[in-house]
DNA sequence: GGTTCGACTTGACCTCGGTCAATCCGGAAT
DNA sequence: ATTCCGGATTGACCGAGGTCAAGTCGAACC
């Protein structure tokens, strides 16, 4: 992604949703002019990690939702055994850290996975608002509910796909949020690393690479590192649908 | 469970939260006593569910949030093949519906796993009483928040575990929620069939039956058709933490 | 009390995906 | 340019768990 452009943003470091690109995709979605405004005082400021910075940790108190602004990052739980397992990539627009409202402590951790700038809204400014603007504070309810249903999703992939079905669906999703953001939705650029997605969908290394060259092979995809380009959108969105896998998974076992 | 006493609940159905056993374990938790009477107004009232009775369905429109009062449910989703995918066991103190918050529309279903009576909450009621009692929006964010973290689980448990581990897991989480219920967490009675576990756990009927009967070989368990003893919690707590599973899963692949 | 039906169990077998190991490749450092 | 190193790929092999098939058992119904 266009990392060098990022740096560039910082002089405008105090942006302002009003005037966010993004505005459309993230919390402001569907808020009138006048409660934007009032949103825009509970945005402290843009955050700015490199690869590999962590914007918070397991165990952190709770101060702030955060907003992808540009760049990518993933979440994660791990255990004390140091076992990781990844919950999601975040692209721009997203909104992570809703894991910390139970307890008033993350019991996650979110990791850039390139250059990366964020919105930080603290929460304590936030619920001040969002108790004045009772649009926005719907809003909020509808953006966590998301969250959950993109992790039934997630479970669904774990639980009831192959592993081929399941890189099919995890690209399929990066390109349909790549559409959402105007890009181009058929050339992907990969910010995490083949052992980030075998872990997102509960596989190993070895078979996540070997089907990246089947899907190749089969025509689906062009695949050079880090970049994917889906020479058949068609036949990848079949492969998302294909084989419901031990079909004897049963329907509905009553 | 005790299905036959909750037929005798119907006489007090306009029962309140104020009076509620399960008060601690709901919504009401950490709220002051006049909130409290407020969140009264907002719970219609008791709705009972026979075996294999339906809460909602993938599609209704969302009207209200739903606390189980006693017996169970299991949510899940189905997709376009009939192929489902549960994504949960709920007891009683337990809330379920959030996920029609983002669309209006529920996207998954909830059904009865035996004879079970629920608590009502109409939502627009709901945000009347949330917008003047900032601790219970603030509850609210907070169970959804459980919510999440409570997937997360799910998820770990899929995509790292071993079938062994896995079953423990399960045993072990409804062990614990039958003690904050105050029940014998040692004797357990599963409302779900095995087909429900297996899918639960993204397993298949016949491996959960062969874990049950390895558990019992062990030691760990005397099964009995639903009914389940746990003979050495001590060794069941074991069984969640061993075997970290293709270890080589790897650490944080940074 | 026998029949039926569906949930559950058990065994024999097979396959998908994990394991182990050898290599490839590109970027960073010397 | 050469070395180094970590991510990625590929192959050979193996085993946990899925598949298929044959029971068993208990509850419901006549």
Redesign the pocket.
């Known amino acids: 992604m266009d990392s060098g452009t990022n740096v560039l943003d910082l002089s405008q470091l105090r942006r302002s949703c009003s005037s966010c690109a993004l505005s459309e995709l993230c919390l402001p979605a569907g808020i009138g002019n006048d409660d934007l405004e009032r949103l825009d005082t509970a945005v402290r400021d843009k955050r700015t990690l490199d690869r590999g910075g962590m914007l918070y940790r397991d165990g952190d108190p709770f101060e702030a939702l955060y907003v992808v602004r540009s760049g990518s990052l993933k979440t994660f739980v791990q255990d004390d055994s140091g076992d990781v397992q990844i919950l999601g990539f975040h692209l721009p627009g997203e909104i992570i850290g809703f894991d910390a409202l139970a307890s008033n402590r993350h019991v996650s951790q979110a990791e850039a996975l390139e250059r990366s700038s964020i919105c930080e809204l603290p929460y304590a400014r936030l619920q001040q608002v969002t108790s004045e603007v009772p649009a926005l504070h719907r809003q909020l309810m509808r953006v966590i509910s998301r969250e959950v249903i993109e992790e039934h999703r997630h479970l669904v992939m774990m639980g009831r796909q192959?592993?081929?079905e399941?890189l099919a669906i995890f690209l399929k999703s990066l390109a349909d949020r790549y559409q959402r953001l105007q890009r181009d939705s058929t050339a992907l650029t990969?910010s995490m690393?083949?052992?980030?997605i075998?872990n997102y969908l509960?596989?190993?290394?070895?078979?996540?690479?070997?089907l990246?060259?089947r899907l190749e092979e089969m025509g689906v995809l062009e695949?050079n590192?880090?970049s994917v380009r889906i020479c058949r959108p068609d036949l990848l969105a079949e492969l998302c649908r294909s084989s419901p896998?031990?079909?004897?998974?049963q329907r509905d076992?009553?």
């Open positions: 192959q592993a081929q399941q990969l690393s083949r052992y980030d075998a509960g596989l190993v290394v070895e078979t996540v690479s070997r990246f060259s695949v590192r880090k896998v031990a079909a004897s998974k076992a009553g």
